[in-house]
């Protein structure tokens, strides 16, 4: 047996010395066995770590394991294999012979206005003014977005600033058959590679912030025509590269003098900005020749083309979508569509091209009748007026 003939002080645990007393073994003899485990017991403490070196061990240990986690999501070995299928490879080849069908003939001198004459729905879509002038303004007896209503000296502020606020030189359409594409924020563009088809165009039309940087592959990168509000607008200097115009729609007064305050570089007080939804840029790297303002009865008439589509009777407020497409019919000869259509029937699927938000997200708003657009939409590709060249209308 072991006799304990006293027991040694408990050290500070931090000085790496045992946690527990030592027992000194006593001058009476041991059976061997009996003490081959004593020794055995009392040797295995230099097998055991003190508290410091254990500590520092677990977080050693802690610290690999978190980064054989988490640096390879970030840094990623294969760059090529962090990318997904569908963005290598396009996701459908029917997609790219279509567009470059409507590319490769010549253009058609007033296509949209020869297949529109026969579209019941399209009556009054022709002729519609672009951009508001200083020359022809008028009584405006509706409020924005159908209207200016109650802005009109804002309106001439806004005018003011702008050194050319009618149609640019190179948009008129005399003597040059002009084609246009819309170019929608929809997720089918996701994967499509029609970037480099896009970019072939006369008029590319982008709407609020869909971005281009990053995403030319499949949604080109240059930007004729910018068609947004104050909140929509692009943050980033670089989204503004290779873009030949900025057209403003109106929803509100102070819309207008966010567009002065951006043109002449004088900045919104405080309290104005605070009536914006959602935060405002500042600066846009355009030079003032480059803004415009877009005629509401661009929005007023879509609406009410719109709404014969609708089961809900009232003043329509379309998407920017679908107005920028019967802007595009007044600017040019030949018009398609890439990246448009919600398809509700997928509600997993996704919404944009430059982002994973799905589908079912569209159910919250409530501001557009989107039923009653793409109604409106497909009878222009059926009637042959537009060409839609994503198909997923």
Known sequence: MVMLNHLNR??????????????????????LTHRQ??????????????????LTFSVVMLIGCYSAILIPAYFPLNKSSALSDDYQHPTDLAMLNRSASVLSG????????NHLKPLSSSAG??????????DRTLPWD????????GSEEHLALA??????????????????????????????????????????????????????????RDAGSRTTIRLMYPEGAPHSANEYKNTTMVALVVFKSLDLDWLTSVITKQPLSFWSKLWFWREVVDDIPLRPENFRI??????HKT????????????????????????????LCDQVTLAGFGYDMGHPYARLHYYETIHMDAMKAQVVHDISAEKLFLKDLVAAGAVTDITGAL
């Not at 408990?10 to 059976?31: G, M, R």
């Not at 010549?106 to 206005?113: D, E, G, R, V």
């Not at 509706?142 to 209503?149: D, M, V």
Request: hydrophobic residues 40%; proline residues 11%.
């Open 294 to 299: 877009i005629h509401p009865e661009i929005i």
């Open 125 to 134: 879509l022709q002729d519609i003014p672009v951009f508001v002038q200083h």
């Open 10 to 31: 408990v050290e500070d645990p931090d000085d790496c010395s045992p946690l527990l007393p030592v027992a000194a073994e006593a001058a009476v003899p041991t059976p």
């Open 142 to 149: 509706l409020s924005p977005p159908l209207g200016l209503q």
């Open 106 to 113: 010549p253009c058609q001198p007033h296509w949209c206005l």
């Open 37 to 54: 485990q004593v020794v055995a017991k009392t040797d295995s403490r230099g097998f055991f770590l003190c508290r410091r070196e254990n």
């Open 159 to 216: 005018l003011a600033s702008l050194p050319q606020p009618g149609l640019p030189p190179s948009l008129r359409s005399e003597g040059s058959c002009k084609r246009c594409v819309v170019v929608g924020n929809g997720g089918i563009l996701h994967g499509s590679h029609l970037g480099s088809h896009i970019d072939r165009y006369d008029i590319i039309i982008r709407l609020n912030n869909a971005p281009v940087s990053g995403f030319e």
């Open 303 to 330: 609406g009410q083309v719109i709404q014969k589509y609708a089961l809900k009777k009232g003043n329509m407020v379309p998407t920017l979508g679908a107005s920028a497409v019967v802007m595009a019919l007044q």
